[in-house]
């Protein structure tokens, strides 16, 4: 093998380790301009957009024993990976295809699932990680509100008790 192959086999290799997932999209038609506002907007995520070369790719998924995703590889491949919020870099990926038309998704890979551009679409639609921690975070603080509540209602009674009698005698 070629060592320019090997360099790029490696390269997509690296790029597979920085996360449990990825998303595969078609970047044909976008400029270097684009290609740099799309960058930053997944930067802020923690995400990386990268191209990669198909063939590259798919040696390399098949080296990290990766499920077989060769029929979303055809055209104009870019890859996007990294960030912990699969939901959140899917998100703004269907932001950015809407207000450009440009870069869509073809699929991806989470975990060991593959993933098409409808269940990404689906993903996408699913509450940020932010969020989801913050209905959690409610849903545990619940039931201590409503123990403190419950504690408090004799004392309260007894309270409402002493006021009634006191405007009684006055």
Known sequence: MRPEKKYLIR???KHLEKSSYFFLTDYKGINSEQTSDLRSKLAERGAEFHVVKNS????AAKEKNLP???NLL?????IVIGG???SGVAKDLGKYFKSTEK???KGGILGD???SAADVQQLSKLPSLE?????????LNTPATQMVSILNRPAQSFLNVLQAKAKETN
Not at 56 to 59: D, F, R
Not at 74 to 78: E, Q, Y
Not at 131 to 139: D, G, K, M, P
Request: proline letters at 0%.
């Open 11 to 13: 390269e997509a290799s």
């Open 113 to 115: 699932r593959i993933l």
């Open 56 to 59: 590259s790719l798919q040696l």
């Open 103 to 105: 870069v869509e998704v």
């Open 74 to 78: 055809n055209g104009h491949t870019a």
């Open 131 to 139: 969020i989801i921690r913050a209905q959690l975070l409610s849903l």
């Open 84 to 86: 912990d919020d699969a």
């Open 68 to 70: 077989d995703f060769s």
